[in-house]
């Protein structure tokens, strides 16, 4: 039997033993635990260690530049301050007075600062790219956890010159519009950064390692654009916005007609990249390569082209215009409110006539119907150009090929530049080709690119895409061209000393299913010298806001406006002086295409003094009825085909002060009214639309200069197509 103090004994040395044991295997843990963090895991916690100790403040990579092609700088990259946050080195009592005073310093949130300054992360952004008296004020406060780093703001020079085609870029140098997004890629480099070692609070470590990763700077761009040819382009367009034309938005493409180098591309409304953000975002919709129009008139061009290549017409084919054209049971009627009677395929062109062009339309179509099809594929039409912008629009041409019945009311409204869309660059890509000597040039923005030393990396060369008409047709399509200004409904364009080429347009804008009576584009495509192209303008103007709304009235006077600053400029000569237009002896072509006929130029609100420059320059005389300072009307009416000396009759009246006697103008459509009102000096106020039922005030009413006529259209006999043209 077991004495008491045996089982005592026992039960001490149990406990004796598992305290022990407990012991052992705890100290045995720690072992393992030293083992496993001094051995096997030393390697990971000293970089994580290290990791600990080290920061890494970014060096942001320097975009490169944007040149014009005669090294002009339009974009370019400056050295601008940005505020980070260092949140572990900032203890919780410190984190509210230092949000406070950062939110005052760069105007944020007080709360959004302090959200980040205790976010427990390495690297926080507070404030990017600030001013330099921020910067300064910032230094100098020295708070805990707070630095700056040197960081690149896009800067571009002259403001909102060349906006849509530069772009531009985001917070972080990231190419959000144009050029700037479209080059992305090229003109960025790749970042650096600086590592220091500190310790656990927030110093420096002196004597640590410290390395610096240069960054690698983004390659340059060079350009086709000019500055200066640039500039011409946007005064004219600020002219014509803010004056009586007052338009919804215009634009104005330049190309260099041999090799597709665009010398300019302005649009309007437009903005200022240094400050995008304070502007809606819908004046950074570069119109003149994203939005497509049906260009009318202008692209008579094309059928000109097509006709002389197919040999169905010449130049003195002979046709005659009743005032419209019947297409089954339909009629397309001429712009022209009287009929052109006999015209040969020249005065076709130079009177824009409607019922000529779908003849001659016609002809290309007799053997193939898809043939002048084919040829508006050809010159590029309903593809995209491939220019180095964003947001390019492949314009609208519907694939005849596809079709197993053609309407030929389409097809017929195809040849006067309607049922199909183009862009403006695509419409000057097409008449450049018309008019080079008939090769479809690729166009293109970009010249060279260079590295960030200067050095020439890539030459980006013309590129041809295509040859669509022959040398010689390309020859007898400018000579034509170069009549319509001297005569036709592109006299506006002429510029004194120099042979320029070119087309007028006015197109009713298609808007939900039809044709507005009220919206239309007006525009002017021209080219000089005429006899050997250097370069090929464009001018579009969005739905005018007034009368008259023509091309030939208001598009051709800005690309006048704007070449005869260009020409000089690059250096082309005039090919004939002053003194010899005015002589006898004179070679200018004008003088040469006008031994018939000649289209009376618009005067009408001019002083004496410049209609009467203006009709002896188109070779007519005048006589001066009434007295006054300014035209109140003319006799003939502009664009009336009269011989040359023949005599125009100005009606001369005070500003204000002469008065007109109102016609009567029911029967006639909106565009006849209009040029009527024109005439008189009215202002003409249209409601509705088709042909006029009545007026106000009545006919016989006297009116002054300047004052309102307000006609009433109904809609026209379905049976007739009205169409546009000058």
Not at 91 to 111: G, R, V
Not at 486 to 502: F, H, L, S
Request: proline share 4%; with cysteine; glycine share 10%.
């Amino acid at each position: 039997m077991k004495t008491k103090s045996s089982v005592m004994s026992k039960f001490f040395r149990t406990r004796i033993l598992l305290v022990f044991v407990a012991f052992f295997l705890l100290f045995a843990m720690v072992v393992l635990r030293l083992f496993y963090l001094q051995v096997v895991s030393a390697d990971e916690l000293e970089s994580k260690a290290k990791q600990q100790q080290m920061r890494e403040v970014p060096v942001e990579a320097e975009r490169g530049t944007i040149f014009d092609r005669n090294g002009n700088i339009l974009g370019a990259s400056i050295s601008v301050d940005s505020v980070y946050a260092s949140p572990t080195e900032i203890s919780a009592e410190e984190a509210p007075e230092i949000a406070k005073t950062l939110a005052e310093l760069l105007n944020l949130e007080e709360d959004a600062v302090y959200e980040k300054l205790t976010s427990g992360r390495a690297y926080e952004w507070i404030g990017r790219k600030i001013d330099e008296d921020t910067a300064t004020k910032i230094r100098e406060l020295d708070l805990p956890g707070i630095g700056l780093t040197t960081e690149t703001k896009r800067s571009y020079p002259n403001g909102n010159l060349a906006s849509h085609i530069l772009g531009f870029v985001g917070v972080d140098n990231q190419g959000l519009e144009g050029i700037e997004a479209m080059m992305d890629d090229t003109l960025t480099g790749s970042d650096g950064y600086i590592l220091a070692q500190y310790d656990s609070h927030g110093q420096e470590i002196t004597g640590s390692n410290r390395s610096y990763v240069d960054p690698e700077n983004g390659d340059s761009i060079v350009l086709t654009i000019d500055e200066n040819i640039q500039y011409f382009c946007e005064r004219e367009l600020d002219q014509l916005m803010n004056g009586t034309v007052n338009p919804k938005g215009a634009a104005i493409v330049m190309m260099e007609a041999k090799t597709g180098e665009l010398l300019a591309l302005a649009v309007r409304p437009d903005y200022d990249p240094n400050a995008y953000g304070d502007y809606d975002s819908s004046t950074w919709r570069n119109t003149a390569i994203s939005d497509f129009y049906e260009p009318g008139s202008t692209a008579k061009i094309l059928t000109i082209s097509a006709a002389l290549e197919e040999g169905v017409v010449s130049e003195e084919d002979q046709f005659y215009d009743p005032g419209y054209i019947s297409i089954g049971n339909l009629k397309i009627k001429c712009w022209s409110s009287t009929p052109h009677g006999s015209q040969s395929f020249v005065e076709v062109a130079e009177n824009s006539c409607n019922p000529g062009f779908v003849e001659v339309g016609q002809r290309i179509d007799e053997d193939d119907n898809e043939t002048f099809y084919r040829y508006l594929k050809a010159f590029g039409i309903g593809q995209e150009t491939g220019l180095e912008l964003p947001g390019e629009s492949n314009g609208s041409l519907r694939d005849l090929s596809s079709q197993d019945e053609i309407n030929p009311i389409d097809v017929a409204n195809m040849y006067i530049g309607q049922g199909y869309g183009v862009t403006p660059i695509q419409l000057v890509t097409a008449v450049s080709a018309a008019v080079n000597g008939g090769t479809l040039m690729e166009p293109h923005l970009v010249k060279e690119i260079r590295d960030s030393n200067g050095n020439v990396k890539e030459t980006v060369a013309p590129k041809e895409i295509r040859r669509v008409i022959s040398e010689e047709t390309s020859s007898r399509v400018c000579s034509i061209l170069e009549s319509v200004v001297a005569n036709g409904t592109g006299n506006k364009a002429y510029i004194e000393g120099y042979r320029v080429g070119g087309k007028t347009g006015t197109a009713q804008k298609f808007i939900d299913g039809a044709y507005s009576k009220s919206k239309y584009v007006a525009s002017f495509i021209g080219f000089a010298p005429a006899d050997d192209p250097e370069i090929v303008c464009l001018v579009v103007i969005d739905e005018p806001g007034s009368y008259p709304i023509y091309g030939g009235t208001i598009a051709a006077p800005v690309f006048q406006k704007v070449v005869s600053d260009t020409l000089p400029y690059l250096g082309v000569e005039p090919q004939i002086s002053s003194e010899e237009e005015n002589d006898g002896d004179t070679t200018s072509i004008k003088e040469e295409l006008e031994t018939k006929t000649i289209a009376v130029p618009s005067v009408t609100g001019l002083s004496q003094e410049e209609a009467e420059k203006i009709l002896n320059e188109s070779g007519l005389t005048l006589r001066i009825s009434g007295e006054g300072d300014i035209v109140s009307s003319q006799v003939p009416a502009p664009l009336t085909k009269v011989a040359k000396g023949d005599e125009v009759i100005l009606t001369m009246g005070d500003d204000g002060a002469d008065t007109v006697t109102i016609p009567n103008l029911k029967g006639k459509g909106i565009l006849a009214c209009s040029e009527i009102a024109e005439a008189l000096g009215l202002v003409f106020v249209p409601e509705g639309s088709g042909i006029a039922v009545s007026q106000q005030p009545e006919a016989g009413t006297e009116l002054k200069r300047g004052e309102v006529i307000k006609v009433v259209f109904e809609n026209q006999d379905e049976t007739e197509i009205e169409t546009l043209s000058p």
